[in-house]
């Protein structure tokens, strides 16, 4: 029973562990293909990228896919492991449930994981390059470390070496009372103890050429780190030399935009002036010229008055007094020679009167056009300044 709860659980966190790792490949996908896209340009890089499973998103902390690689291996290793048991394969107690070299595997892992990061610094543009950008890459490259050591220390042997090996029954492990199996272990120990002294030899120098690869990976991460100083200091300094032109156009341009703005002002007012004037010179002529034509015609009207009594008087006085007839007739002739010059005078009067009507009539419309213009403009003139202001 303890066996199927070991293999149901391993196999469980495998699939999960899978999932979680199909998910950081597809966002290492995306993070390259719009790295790609933007030529390494990091200031075109997008924030956050994602999987084709958002729910394991969270789980994509690398560009490396080491750690959740890990996790599924070992589990994986551990499902496969039990169901063999199961099966009735004798587990060997010395490596049960991994191999024997599972945790330098998984120690090799994480460096690798590391020279990753390191080596994804290089891809970007260094004249783009942003302390977000760097810090992903080392964020790859000390996580994937991270959770290949403490996968190896903190999980597998406190966790699942002991719990795997205690949910199997002493018979499911090979036997060591069996004499094939002893005279096996026997020639093994044998041939490591014939070869204890090369190995020890060979580890040492896989130690010192260890510490040789910690001590230049640190002498690489301090001149990254000088060099990332020396570029936040060159992109300090554009930044303040943008800044500075920046204000110097907006100066100037401020500076042309209230210039412009005032020539345009008195442009206007001129203007307003100009025909406020016009409109004002055209109807005091037109006035004058009105008042000057009435003068006219009731001089004209005076003079022919005028000119009729003096006529009529000089008729009156040369007649004959005798000739009463003659004048009767003369006066009844005169009197209808009056009325038809009377009409022929009123008739005149009326159409004076009707053209005089007319001009006059004219001149008050182009008076009232003339102002009408100078009160458009000073109505523009002002939805100018309101909308300068």
């Not at 990332?228 to 032109?245: K, P, Y």
Request: proline letters at 2%; one cysteine or more.
């Amino acid at each position: 029973m303890r066996k199927k709860v070991i293999f149901a659980a391993s196999a469980a966190l495998a699939l999960a562990s899978a999932f979680a790792f199909v998910d950081n490949v597809s966002v290492v996908l995306a993070w390259r293909r719009a790295f790609a896209e933007c030529a390494g340009d990091a200031s075109k890089m997008p924030e956050a990228f994602s999987g084709i499973l958002p729910a394991f998103d969270c789980a994509a902390v690398d560009f490396s896919c080491v750690s959740t690689f890990i996790p599924f291996f070992g589990f994986t290793l551990l499902a496969i492991a039990v169901m063999r048991v199961m099966r009735g394969r004798k587990a060997d107690a010395q490596t049960f449930p991994f191999f024997a070299a599972y945790d330098r595997f998984n120690v090799a892992l994480g460096l690798v994981g590391t020279l990753w990061g390191i080596i994804l610094i290089g891809y970007y543009d260094m004249e783009t390059v942003t302390m977000a950008s760097l810090m992903s890459c080392l964020h790859t490259a000390l996580f994937s470390t991270l959770v290949a050591v403490v996968w190896v220390y903190v999980v597998v042997h406190p966790i699942l070496i002991p719990l795997a090996r205690n949910a199997l029954a002493q018979d499911d492990f090979v036997a060591e009372d069996d004499d094939r199996a002893l005279a096996e272990m026997l020639d093994d120990l044998r041939a490591a103890a014939n070869g204890v002294g090369s190995i020890l030899e060979r580890e040492e120098e896989a130690v010192r050429g260890f510490s040789a690869t910690l001590s230049s990976s640190g002498e690489a991460i301090e001149a990254l780190a000088a060099s990332v100083r020396d570029t936040a200091e060159a992109v300090r300094e554009r930044d303040e030399r943008i800044a500075a032109m920046y204000d110097e156009r907006a100066k100037a341009l401020s500076a042309a935009h209230d210039a412009a703005i005032a020539k345009m002002s008195q442009t206007l007012d001129s203007l307003v002036a100009t025909l406020r004037d016009s409109a004002k010179a055209s109807a005091d002529e037109t006035a004058s010229a009105v008042k000057a034509a009435i003068a006219a015609i009731e001089e004209e009207r005076k003079a022919s008055d005028a000119a009729i009594a003096a006529a009529f008087e000089k008729r009156l006085g040369e007649m004959d007094a005798a000739d009463m007839e003659r004048r009767r007739k003369f006066a009844e002739a005169l009197s209808v020679r009056l009325k038809e010059v009377e009409e022929a005078q009123k008739a005149r009067e009326a159409q004076f009167d009707e053209i005089l009507s007319g001009r006059i009539a004219k001149l008050s419309r182009e008076s009232h056009d003339n102002a009408a213009r100078a009160d458009t403009a000073e109505s523009a003139l002002a939805r100018i300044k309101a909308a300068i202001g």
